[in-house]
């Protein structure tokens, strides 16, 4: 515990903490982050309806506009869709599967992306080369697109989205940590920790795994906001999560089919949630590039 | 220089080839084809009949010999929907999905390039930190939901663009297009801009970056040093050495946009390659989405190909090995 306090006193003090504070940007991109952390987190028990409990819907309350328009109603705050769902409890509902799906995604990626990239680096050779070359061909490749025919094979669910971001968000994680450790494994300190008799898997993961890894919170935290991007996509396309338990994405696409009778709200304000916590994500992601590139200081 | 040609000739089939094993080995996961052929009363025999004519009987290896020399000799197989040869209606649908691939990726570089130059010569104005966190916003939003917006406003409430389909289509060089009718411009302004929106953002924010790298060269200080106008310095001098890296994220781009034409075309119903796509993937339809991804795949390895060709031309500094 005190190991930990002093990591975070230490990080307090530290120039990184300093100008985060201070740059606007930053502290806007903090917040949005944090307000979508407490929403995700105590939204659920807030909120009146769990709107994916038939017995609590009323489709008497269906088609209910938002509450500052005419025939809105306090109950329903951004309104109701076409099974009398409150619309609000619906985005919360939903901002959690996007955001879950998309930080586990990222985080997979990443322990992935890191190990690939570590090894490839460090033993070169034919191993390097077919992880690269597989790196090469995908990224050739968009990811939305890859990620929709992964899809198409899979079939909707979770976890399936799970696989398929992840096949496609290693690769970015995997060159960085390559060179990162090309770059590394010539250093004085490596050869030293070679000299002293330690394995290569202490080399790797106590000596070179902690000096590459600082560029890959920028990768990290813009990937959070693009994977929820790219699920969203999928959802809206039907070939994502499944209708029982809808993402931000699949919430518009619902709310899509009703568009044309005028009822805007039931896919609006998905959106508006999605644009909101990405943008939040990559004010903080801008930050961090700026922040932590030593070219720019 | 042809030796490099030559090396980047022979990665390019590569490439194709190992995506065409990829793609056989994903059509294998997706289950049996046959039921979509035969009528659903068919009988057993009818079943084993069939898969003996689609060559499912035999082994995986033999199987993939059979897709590789057909897809050579140009045969991706039949439509199970549409029982037409799959190549042909990709061929039909391209002429949209290009039509509004190449409209946005105009309109894009129109708007992004003053913009960008212009936040990246006065980097610390009000105006272009406003830009700035404007194109971050156009980065962030979902652009399939930024079209819907826009049918909603533009198409529902002020009907002053059709909401889907493509209008009016005229017949150029055996491909149809619709810009070249009123009606048919109309069509494709609503797609056309949110396809443009993402890279138009994206675009911005590189060109900004490189203007600002430039802008700080030697060249720069010694033309402005000898009295060369502002707009002179910034569009002869700056503006055309931060584009040469703009060349290498072409091919991303023209990728990107027509990933993202699948969406845009699923929400405005555009009769695009995209469409065809998202149908042919809700239908099963084998054929189509093998040919799709085959097709793609290589558009993307020659665009690819020719960005890598052009830019070792264009910049004296890269010296081919």
């Given at each position: 515990?005190?190991?930990l306090?002093?990591?975070?006193?230490?990080?307090?003090?530290?120039?990184?903490a300093?100008?985060?504070?201070r740059?606007?940007?930053a502290?806007?991109?903090?917040?949005?982050?944090?307000?979508?952390?407490?929403?995700?987190?105590?939204?659920?028990?807030?909120v009146?309806q769990?709107p994916?409990?038939?017995?609590q819907?009323?489709?008497?309350?269906?088609?209910?506009?938002?509450?500052w328009?005419e025939?809105?109603?306090?109950?329903?705050?951004?309104?109701?869709?076409?099974?009398?769902?409150?619309?609000?409890?619906?985005?919360?509902?939903?901002?959690r599967?996007?955001?879950f799906?998309g930080?586990?995604?990222?985080?997979?990626?990443?322990l992935?992306?890191t190990?690939?990239?570590?090894?490839?680096?460090?033993?070169?050779?034919?191993?390097?080369?077919?992880?690269?070359?597989i790196?090469?061909?995908?990224?050739?490749?968009p990811?939305?697109?890859?990620?929709?025919?992964?899809?198409?094979?899979?079939?909707?669910g979770?976890?399936?989205?799970l696989?398929?971001?992840?096949s496609?968000?290693w690769?970015?994680?995997?060159r960085?940590v390559?060179g990162?450790?090309?770059?590394?494994?010539?250093r004085?300190?490596?050869q030293?920790?070679?000299?002293?008799?330690?394995?290569?898997?202490?080399?790797?993961?106590?000596?070179?795994?902690?000096?590459?890894?600082?560029?890959l919170?920028?990768?990290a935290t813009?990937?959070?906001?693009?994977?929820?991007?790219?699920e969203?996509?999928?959802?809206?396309?039907g070939?994502g999560?499944?209708?029982?338990r809808?993402?931000?994405?699949?919430?518009i696409k619902?709310?899509?089919?009703v568009?044309?009778?005028?009822l805007?709200?039931?896919?609006v304000f998905?959106?508006?949630?999605?644009?909101?916590i990405?943008?939040?994500?990559?004010?903080?992601?801008?930050?961090?590039?700026?922040?932590?590139?030593?070219?720019?200081? | 220089?042809?030796?490099?040609?030559?090396?980047?000739?022979?990665?390019?089939?590569?490439?194709?080839?190992?995506?065409?094993?990829?793609?056989?080995?994903?059509?294998?996961f997706?289950?049996?084809?046959?039921?979509?052929?035969?009528?659903?009363?068919?009988t057993?025999?009818?079943?084993?009949?069939?898969?003996?004519?689609l060559?499912?009987?035999?082994?995986?290896?033999?199987?993939?010999?059979?897709?590789?020399?057909?897809?050579?000799q140009g045969?991706?197989?039949?439509?199970?929907?549409?029982?037409?040869?799959a190549?042909?209606?990709?061929?039909?649908?391209?002429?949209?999905?290009?039509e509004?691939?190449?409209?946005?990726m105009?309109?894009?570089?129109?708007?992004?390039?003053p913009?960008?130059?212009?936040?990246?010569a006065?980097?610390?104005?009000?105006?272009?930190?406003?830009?700035?966190?404007?194109s971050?916003?156009?980065v962030?939003?979902p652009?399939?939901?930024?079209g819907?917006?826009?049918?909603?406003?533009?198409?529902?409430?002020?009907?002053m663009?059709?909401?889907?389909g493509?209008?009016?289509?005229?017949?150029?060089?055996?491909?149809?297009?619709?810009?070249?009718s009123w009606?048919?411009?109309l069509?494709?302004?609503?797609?056309?801009?949110?396809?443009s929106?993402?890279?138009?953002?994206?675009?911005?924010r590189?060109?900004?970056?490189?203007m600002?790298?430039?802008?700080k060269?030697?060249?720069?200080?010694?033309?402005?040093?000898?009295?060369?106008?502002?707009?002179f310095?910034l569009?002869?001098?700056?503006?055309?050495?931060?584009?040469?890296?703009?060349i290498?994220?072409f091919g991303?781009?023209l990728?990107?946009?027509i990933a993202?034409?699948t969406?845009?075309?699923?929400i405005f119903?555009?009769?695009?390659?995209?469409?065809?796509?998202?149908?042919?993937?809700?239908?099963?339809d084998?054929?189509?989405i093998?040919?799709?991804?085959?097709?793609?795949?290589?558009?993307?390895?020659?665009?690819n190909?020719?960005?890598?060709?052009a830019?070792?031309?264009i910049d004296?500094?890269?010296?081919?090995?």
């Open positions: 515990m005190s190991a306090a002093a990591r975070l006193s230490r990080f307090a003090a530290s120039e990184l300093h100008n985060w504070v740059n606007a940007s502290i806007a991109g903090t917040i949005i982050i944090l307000a979508f952390a407490l929403m995700v987190s105590f939204g659920p028990m807030l009146a769990d994916y409990d038939v017995r819907l009323d489709l008497m309350d269906a088609f209910k506009p938002p509450a328009l025939g809105g109603t306090a109950q329903y705050l951004l309104g109701t869709d076409q099974q009398g769902r409150d619309v609000l409890a619906s985005i919360i509902h939903g901002s599967i996007s955001l799906i930080f586990t995604a990222m985080l997979a990626s990443c992935i992306g190990t690939l990239g570590l090894l490839a680096g460090f033993y070169g050779g034919r191993l390097d080369s077919l992880i690269m070359r790196a090469d061909i995908q990224l050739s490749f990811s939305v697109l890859t990620a929709l025919f992964l899809m198409s094979a899979f079939g909707t979770v976890e399936k989205v696989i398929a971001l992840t496609v968000g690769v970015v994680y995997a960085t390559r990162s450790t090309l770059r590394e494994k010539g004085e300190y490596v030293a920790a070679r000299v002293s008799g330690l394995s290569n898997a202490r080399i790797i993961l106590r000596h070179i795994l902690p000096n590459v890894l600082t560029p919170i920028v990768v813009i990937q959070v906001g693009t994977f929820i991007l790219i969203a996509s999928l959802s809206f396309l070939v999560v499944p209708i029982t809808p993402s931000l994405g699949l919430l619902n709310g899509f089919d568009l044309f009778s005028g805007w709200w039931i896919s998905p959106g508006l949630f999605i644009m909101l990405v943008f939040g994500i990559n004010l903080l992601g801008d930050f961090l590039r700026d922040e932590l590139n030593p070219r720019l200081k | 220089m042809l030796g490099y040609l030559i090396k980047r000739l022979i990665q390019m089939f590569v490439v194709l080839w190992v995506v065409s094993v990829l793609v056989f080995v994903m059509m294998s997706t289950g049996d084809p046959t039921y979509m052929m035969v009528p659903l009363d068919a057993e025999e009818q079943i084993e009949n069939a898969r003996r004519i060559g499912l009987d035999q082994s995986h290896l033999v199987q993939y010999w059979r897709f590789l020399s057909n897809i050579v045969d991706f197989g039949r439509s199970f929907v549409f029982r037409q040869p190549l042909q209606l990709i061929m039909e649908r391209l002429p949209a999905t290009l509004i691939v190449f409209l946005a105009a309109m894009a570089l129109v708007i992004a390039i913009l960008g130059v212009y936040a990246g006065n980097p610390n104005r009000w105006s272009s930190r406003a830009l700035m966190a404007g971050l916003v156009g962030s939003l652009g399939f939901w930024l819907m917006v826009l049918i909603f406003v533009f198409a529902v409430k002020l009907q663009f059709p909401s889907s493509r209008g009016p289509t005229s017949e150029i060089m055996g491909m149809r297009f619709s810009f070249t009606q048919g411009f069509h494709l302004v609503l797609p056309a801009v949110t396809l929106i993402g890279t138009l953002a994206i675009l911005m590189i060109i900004r970056a490189e600002m790298e430039v802008l060269q030697d060249y720069i200080k010694f033309a402005r040093a000898k009295g060369a106008a502002n707009r310095v569009f002869k001098h700056g503006l055309k050495n931060a584009l040469i890296p703009l290498t994220v991303l781009m990728g990107d946009l993202f034409a969406l845009t075309e699923t119903a555009w009769p695009g390659i995209g469409k065809l796509l998202v149908d042919s993937i809700y239908r099963g084998r054929p189509v093998v040919v799709y991804l085959m097709f793609v795949a290589f558009l993307f390895v020659l665009v190909f020719i960005v890598d060709v830019y070792a031309f004296p500094r890269i010296k081919i090995k």
